[in-house]
């Protein structure tokens, strides 16, 4: 049976990448049907409202969606819509796999991570107080409810996965009552999985063991806004943002997206790459359960990237956005 799902198509190359991942799922048979809306930025100018009441109405009604990225106004007392969005539909665990593919030239082959990033709390709830003129306090907020629930996340996806170790990643040498409620969760979750490997890592020495020794991290798990930096930093090791897909998942509601925001330096050029949306549809399908069409997927994108002659100029390619679509649909 055909699944409804709700799809937003942002702004910059949001549009353009969205419309190319629909054209594949539909090469693909996806059992979906879609309900599109346009939000963000270009929206806002034109209706007054960055996500539209109807866009909301649909997500609520179908809840799973498809979201391309939005830029975030810069002023007018604009908060993030995606952090908006995360907290509304209580999206907590933030899931991006970081995997080296073959095709493209980077200096680290031997990538498989998947960052679990807690996407409700930490610094991003956005409670900064002015004290006075010169003084500005921001609230890290850390909680025991929210911290399990995202630790347990990657102790069973591990588990589900048939990875070997989840690593604890904080600063708890410092906010030694935040990050270190945090770490003392995980070491009590951790005792729940001795199938599991487990240790923890403080979040400076992570980012060099990162560069330095990517291969030895497998399912790593951490507050917020380590989650954030880390991600991008992952995506710098397997070739760019084009590449790191991302699911957002809560108890009712999920949704799914590419990391990489609205790149409006090539927004309208036809030259982004819409590998990170597509691979984020890809665990969309898996979500639903329609493993066989994620797979077909994935591996007719394999084959494109492997075989290394379409790829989109990020990779080093000179290929369009549409002439990469048409090489996954020709494989697929
Ligand atoms: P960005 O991720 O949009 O771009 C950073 C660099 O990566 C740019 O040089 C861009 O051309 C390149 N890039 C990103 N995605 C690409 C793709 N698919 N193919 C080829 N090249 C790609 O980050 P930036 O410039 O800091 O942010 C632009 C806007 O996006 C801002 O308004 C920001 O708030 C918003 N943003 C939205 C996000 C979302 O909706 N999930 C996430 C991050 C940023």
């Known amino acids: 049976m055909e699944r409804v799902i709700t799809v937003f198509k942002g702004d910059g190359i949001g549009p353009e990448i969205t419309d190319c991942v629909l054209d594949i799922l539909r090469a693909a048979k996806a059992p979906l049907s879609f ?3 346009d939000v963000g930025e270009a929206e806002w100018r034109r209706n007054g409202a960055l996500i539209p009441d109807a866009a909301y109405a649909s997500f609520d009604r179908n809840r799973v969606l498809l979201k391309s990225p939005i830029t975030t106004p ?18 907590y665990a933030n899931i991006r796999p970081a995997r080296s593919s073959r095709a493209v030239r980077t200096p680290f082959p031997q990538v498989d991570m998947v960052i679990f ?7 991003y709830v956005g ?11 921001a609230k890290k907020i850390i909680t025991r409810g929210a911290s399990s629930r995202i630790i347990r996340d990657a102790f069973a996806y591990a588990r589900a996965h048939g990875r070997k170790k989840v690593t604890c990643i904080h600063k708890a040498n410092i906010l030694k009552l935040s990050d270190g409620l945090f770490l003392d969760i995980f070491n009590q979750i951790a005792a729940e999985y001795p199938d599991i490997e487990h240790d923890d890592k403080i979040i400076d020495n992570t980012c060099m063991q990162m ?18 930096l880390l991600s991008d930093l992952a995506s710098g090791l397997i070739g760019g943002l084009g590449l790191l897909p991302s699911s957002n998942l809560g108890t009712d509601y999920a949704m799914f997206e590419a990391v990489h925001g609205s790149a409006p330096d090539i927004a309208g050029k036809g030259i982004a790459n819409p590998t990170a949306l597509l691979w984020s549809a890809c665990m969309m399908l ?3 359960g329609e493993m066989d069409c994620a797979a077909n997927i994935r591996r007719a994108v394999d084959q ?25 649909i020709a494989a697929l």
């Open 74 to 91: 810069i002023g007018h007392g604009f908060r993030s819509l995606n952090v908006t969005l995360r907290k509304k539909y209580d999206l």
């Open 286 to 288: 898996e979500y639903l």
């Open 127 to 137: 409670e900064e107080e002015q004290i006075d003129a010169d003084t500005v306090h």
């Open 35 to 37: 309900e599109i809306f």
């Open 117 to 123: 990033r807690e996407n409700t709390e930490d610094l």
């Open 211 to 228: 560069v330095m020794n990517p291969g030895q991290f497998d399912v790593m798990v951490m507050p917020n806004l380590y989650g954030d």
């Open 304 to 328: 494109v990237l492997n075989q290394g002659v379409c790829l989109t100029p990020d990779l080093h390619g000179a290929a369009t956005t549409a002439e990469y679509r048409d090489a996954i």
